[in-house]
């Protein structure tokens, strides 16, 4: 992400005074007595030390933060970014009309066209000549034409600029940070930068521009991993130990121990070989939860359906963080990719990697360092599915201890059997010596990538049996109607947090769904 280059002090420190009245109000008389009655003893308390020395200076303005800090107290404070980078002091802004970069409007526009256009099957293209720009007009006239009717004339500066409203409704509409509005430069795609290391190859490449929904899918965890540390940090919890040697480096350690240690840590070997895909990953995400890991897992954005993540740009990733490590899964994916993708994050996890991930692959084409922690990863994963010992079990039970060429039909049952993809039981046999390399090499050809991606997903499933698998868990949906309730948080907050409106949190089938904690 790039840096700023220039905030409003003013509006800053109006955002941090607006909130912490807030949050003021919501205390009871009894925790306000904790602060000697002061909202200003308050608000030293409510930012963790570190990022509270350096507001300091962002306010006094001795020092510049960095746009993902920016984000970051954006979405503390509960405003939008761009209230920082605007050079006009907050006073009935929501009738008040700014200067904006068009040519970012415009690339803004493009991309989120881009990203709409892709969504589309073959045949519906045709509808529109096969054109993006056809697309636009036509979805300019349907859907946006009510709201923003002087949308072309704002591009082209042939009318005032748009009002703070109406920037907002655009910004939200094109999957855009608030703020890219406002910049006094022209944005490329090299703005557009993950906040997490890429790990990602797919088919011998690396995919460098990540997508409007890839990028606010990381957000949104991100903002849940942010709310759900601090949480814990403010109720006394300790750091995450749920892992053995968690707390330790082992960049040096064996593979066999963390693999080890990660079987251990999902209970693998007292699960039953015969439940079906979708049963074991349900199965893992929850002994994974239960144990102070934040799993999220989603086929979409959010609740938006009509905004499906692509199982071709990411698989899943991970965020390492000593009290609220956060997996996300592609939902979208085969469930037997999502075994392997819950496995392959942990091993990140354990080895302290934040980082996008992609499915397994023999040969890859990015950086040397990055590729070797994610082939180190994927050598992990492989061994936590299917250790030495039980393929090698399994190998001479399949083929009644005897010398077998038929190992692709062996690879068949083991699959069968743990609920893994064929991918990694070939790879697993071949680095133990099952398979010679010829016949992994043929074998490994002829299997299709795109066909362990496919998705296993159909229809939406009921809302609220999916709700704590999308949202990383009920400890951590149940904290956060805790918080709410007990007038600790903000609606406006919960809502963000759990997209949930005030009936839904007050819903009787949200609290079935607590109790089974």
Not at 194 to 217: C, E, M, S, W
Not at 357 to 385: H, P, W, Y
Request: net charge positive; aromatic share 12%; with cysteine.
């Amino acid at each position: 992400m790039m840096t700023t280059t220039y905030i409003n002090r003013d509006n800053l420190r109006w955002a941090r005074e607006r909130w912490i009245d807030m949050r003021w109000r919501c205390l009871v008389k009894a925790k306000k007595g904790n602060y000697d009655n002061k909202k200003e003893t308050y608000w030293q308390s409510v930012l963790e030390p570190e990022l509270h020395e350096k507001y300091k200076d962002w306010e006094k303005g001795e020092l510049i933060p960095t746009e993902n800090q920016l984000e970051e107290l954006a979405e503390k404070f509960n405003v939008a970014l761009g209230y920082f980078l605007i050079k006009k002091k907050l006073s009935k802004i929501k009738s008040t009309v700014f200067w904006i970069n068009t040519y970012n409007l415009r690339w803004a526009r493009k991309r989120w066209v881009y990203e709409k256009w892709s969504y589309l099957t073959k045949e519906q293209q045709k509808k529109y000549d096969n054109e993006e720009e056809n697309y636009w007009q036509s979805e300019l006239k349907q859907k946006l034409h009510k709201i923003h009717k002087n949308y072309e004339n704002w591009e082209n500066k042939r009318s005032l600029p748009p009002t703070w409203k109406q920037l907002e409704g655009l910004a939200k509409k094109f999957h855009i940070g608030f703020g890219y509005l406002f910049i006094d430069r022209k944005l490329t795609e090299e703005d557009i930068k993950l906040p997490i290391t890429d790990f990602r190859t797919y088919g011998n490449k690396i995919i460098r521009t990540p997508t409007p929904a890839l990028l606010d899918v990381i957000r949104d965890a991100r903002s849940k991993q942010r709310w759900y540390r601090d949480y814990k940090l403010g109720n006394g919890y300790r750091k995450f130990s749920g892992l053995a040697g968690f707390d330790k480096d082992l960049k040096e350690a064996d593979d066999d121990l963390i693999a080890n240690d990660i079987r251990e840590f999902l209970d693998l070997d007292k699960k039953d070989d015969y439940l079906d895909s979708d049963k074991k990953i349900k199965n893992l995400i929850e002994t994974v939860v239960i144990r102070d890991i934040m799993v999220m897992r989603n086929g979409c954005v959010g609740n938006n359906t009509r905004r499906p993540l692509n199982v071709e740009e990411f698989c899943g990733f991970a965020l390492y963080d000593t009290h609220a490590p956060l997996i996300f899964i592609n939902g979208a994916l085969s469930k037997q990719a999502q075994i392997f993708t819950l496995a392959h994050e942990l091993a990140h996890l354990q080895l302290r990697h934040s980082g996008l991930v992609d499915m397994i692959d023999v040969d890859t084409s990015i950086s040397k360092e990055n590729f070797s922690q994610e082939k180190r990863c994927n050598r992990i994963a492989g061994k936590v599915l299917l250790p030495d010992e039980i393929i090698r079990r399994d190998w001479e039970l399949f083929s009644g201890g005897h010398d077998s060429h038929d190992y692709e039909e062996i690879c068949k049952k083991i699959v069968n059997r743990y609920k893994i993809s064929f991918q990694v039981v070939l790879i697993r046999a071949y680095l133990t010596g099952l398979i010679e390399k010829e016949d992994f090499n043929r074998s490994w050809k002829v299997t299709s990538n795109k066909k362990e991606r496919t998705t296993s997903q159909k229809g939406g499933g009921d809302f609220w049996a999916t709700l704590p698998y999308r949202l990383g868990g009920r400890p951590f949906i149940n904290a956060a109607i805790d918080e709410f309730f007990e007038n600790r948080m903000l609606y406006t907050d919960t809502r963000r947090l759990l997209g949930l409106d005030y009936e839904q949190l007050k819903s009787k089938k949200l609290e079935k769904m607590l109790s089974k904690i």
